[in-house]
């Protein structure tokens, strides 16, 4: 397959939403592990050294590149899908299969991505542009320390932020929204991408369902109890 077939053909299609999505779920669960710190109750600091260590990585620097590369991607690419479907049939089938023939997320993939990507520029607006380009600098840093590859000697207090975002009920509304977005999206996308790329084999077929469903709601729930235990004091 020629890199133009892999970008125009329906199936080089579906291969790179699935590249892409399975690294956006590996990225997930890095993300909601290193953010699960907050729950140490140690007012931020184990998260805190977490985040300040990946940040002063740079592989992590580079994959971060790759990451906004790899949404940019996976966003375009799911939108031509959609237009693409859309457009093929314009007419319904005689016959209504509703829910039978496939769950109401799995023919919404194009609307769920849509409101993650308004989730996303929103969640990147209220803490990666403060921390990357210097808006948290009221923040007081809680320590200076000296990284050996000379990199990330400013501390971000990103705890900090987060409890300050999280504050505002509206926004903890728009997070939990957009963690039932993920949820349903992942609950379609996790399977699909597996599939794709070949683990279609009918014995283990009914364990991807089951591990994409489960990966689905807890991740999309740990994320979502994370702005709730804060707004709600559980957090200190
Ligand atoms: C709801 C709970 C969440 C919290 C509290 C949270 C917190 C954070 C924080 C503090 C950062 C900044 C990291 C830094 O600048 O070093 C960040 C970055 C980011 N988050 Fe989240 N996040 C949450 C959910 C999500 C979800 C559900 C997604 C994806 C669907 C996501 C995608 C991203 C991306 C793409 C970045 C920028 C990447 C980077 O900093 O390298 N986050 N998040």
């Given at each position: 397959?020629?890199w133009?077939q892999?970008?125009?053909?329906?199936?080089?299609q579906k291969?790179?939403?699935?590249?892409t999505?399975?690294f956006?779920?590996?990225?997930?669960v890095?993300h909601?592990?290193?953010?699960a710190?907050?729950w140490?109750?140690?007012?931020?600091?184990m998260?805190?050294?977490?985040?300040?260590?990946m940040?002063s990585?740079?592989v992590?620097?580079?994959?971060?590149v790759?990451l906004f590369a790899?949404?940019?991607?996976h966003?375009?690419?799911?939108?031509?899908?959609?237009?693409?479907n859309?457009?093929?049939?314009?007419?319904?089938?005689?016959v209504?299969?509703?829910?039978?023939?496939?769950?109401?997320y799995?023919?919404?993939?194009?609307?769920?991505?849509?409101l993650?990507?308004?989730f996303?520029?929103?969640?990147?607006?209220?803490?990666w542009?403060?921390s990357?380009?210097g808006?948290?600098?009221n923040?007081k840093p809680?320590q200076?320390?000296d990284?050996s590859n000379?990199?990330?000697?400013?501390?971000h207090?990103?705890?900090?932020?987060?409890i300050q975002v999280?504050?505002n009920?509206?926004?903890?509304?728009?997070?939990v929204?957009?963690c039932i977005?993920l949820?349903y999206?992942l609950?379609?996308?996790?399977?699909s991408?597996?599939?794709?790329?070949?683990?279609h084999?009918n014995?283990?077929?009914?364990?991807?369902?089951h591990?994409?469903?489960?990966?689905?709601?807890?991740v999309s729930?740990a994320?979502a109890?994370?702005?709730i235990?804060?707004?709600?004091g559980?957090?200190?």
């Open positions: 397959m020629t133009k892999m970008f125009t053909s329906s199936i080089g291969f790179v939403m699935a590249i999505g399975i956006l779920i590996t990225f997930l890095v909601v592990g290193l953010n710190c907050i140490a109750n140690d007012n931020g600091e998260f805190n050294t977490g985040a300040n260590f940040a990585m740079l992590i620097r580079i994959m971060e790759v790899g949404i940019i991607i966003t375009i690419q799911g939108l031509v899908l959609t237009a693409a859309n457009s093929k049939r314009k007419v319904g089938y005689a209504e299969y509703g829910n039978r023939g496939s769950k109401w799995s023919r919404s993939m194009g609307l769920l991505g849509t993650l990507l308004l996303l520029i929103m969640h990147i607006y209220h803490f542009v403060p990357r380009l808006g948290i600098a923040i809680l200076e320390i990284y000379g990199l990330g000697k400013q501390y207090n990103l705890y900090l932020e987060m999280f504050q009920p509206l926004i903890v509304i728009l997070y929204l957009g977005s949820a999206h609950m379609h996308g996790f399977e991408a597996f599939r794709t790329i070949g683990l084999n014995r283990y077929l009914k364990m991807l369902r591990l994409g469903r489960g990966f689905a709601i807890i729930a994320f109890m994370m702005p235990s804060i707004y709600l559980w957090v200190k």
